[in-house]
């Protein structure tokens, strides 16, 4: 069975820092992973994914993630963020592609002037 | 992009009423279907998986008696709570997906409140 850990319920920086969000799954087959934002009160959009090749994503509004099969990890990265950028983010894995997601229990980014 | 549209994005009623929710695909077909929910501050749960024209693939703990799903069209999809009761407030959550290895696209989910 697949599971998503993201050990961080909340991350607060200030506006125009960089952050990291972590995000590590367990799985037995290769996988699929994708990371979502979620703002108040409105449903997931797809920020990347990652399904082979370039270890190395990136997906929309300036974010970027790795992923590292050694460390089973898929951390997502903002060199710089906005205020805009404070939601909710979920990573999630799926062994079929995009059929059945299992998402990790998010983390919060709070940005702050 | 594809959109998927979820109504109504709020439902406020009283302990034993049964509440629909829709869920469609506007520019693309929905061969599957997927109903989520979602408590506060928790991650989304897979409720059921549905295909279009066939029965929906209930997850664990779910009662499908319960929360009745329906997937009549490629556009289409609806979760019927019903009997709700105050337990069953919560934020539910559809997605859909086209035909072959494509993502899945969430609607803006709905706020049910059983009072």
């Known amino acids: 069975a697949q599971s998503v850990t993201q050990l961080d319920s909340q991350v607060p920086v200030f506006e125009e820092a960089p952050v990291e969000l972590r995000c590590n799954y367990s799985?037995?087959?290769?996988?699929?992973l994708f990371w979502y934002v979620q703002y108040p009160n409105q449903g997931l959009q797809l920020l990347l994914k990652?399904?082979?090749?370039?270890?190395l994503v990136k997906g929309i509004n300036g974010f970027e993630a790795e992923f590292n099969k050694s460390q089973t990890s898929f951390h997502l990265r903002k060199p710089s963020v906005h205020i805009s950028d404070t939601a909710e983010y979920f990573c999630?894995?799926?062994?079929?592609?995009?059929?059945?997601?299992?998402f990790g229990k998010g983390t919060m980014l709070l940005v702050s002037p | 992009g594809a959109v998927v549209s979820q109504h109504p994005s709020r439902v406020i009623c009283k302990s034993g009423t049964s509440v629909k929710i829709e869920c469609r695909s506007l520019d693309f077909q929905a061969t599957t279907m997927f109903w989520y929910r979602q408590f506060p501050k928790q991650s989304l749960m897979l409720m059921a998986t549905?295909?279009?024209?066939?029965?929906?693939?209930?997850e664990q703990g779910v009662e499908k008696d319960k929360f009745l799903i329906n997937h009549a069209s490629l556009t289409l999809s609806t979760l019927t709570v019903t009997s709700a009761h105050p337990e069953d407030s919560s934020f539910y959550i559809c997605s859909a997906r086209g035909v072959g290895n494509q993502p899945q696209h969430f609607g803006d989910g709905t706020r049910l409140s059983i009072l």
């Open positions: 799985s037995s087959v290769s996988v699929y």
């Open positions: 999630a894995v799926s062994e079929t592609g995009y059929s059945t997601l299992t």
């Open positions: 549905s295909n279009e024209g066939s029965k929906a693939t209930y």
């Open positions: 990652y399904l082979s090749g370039s270890t």
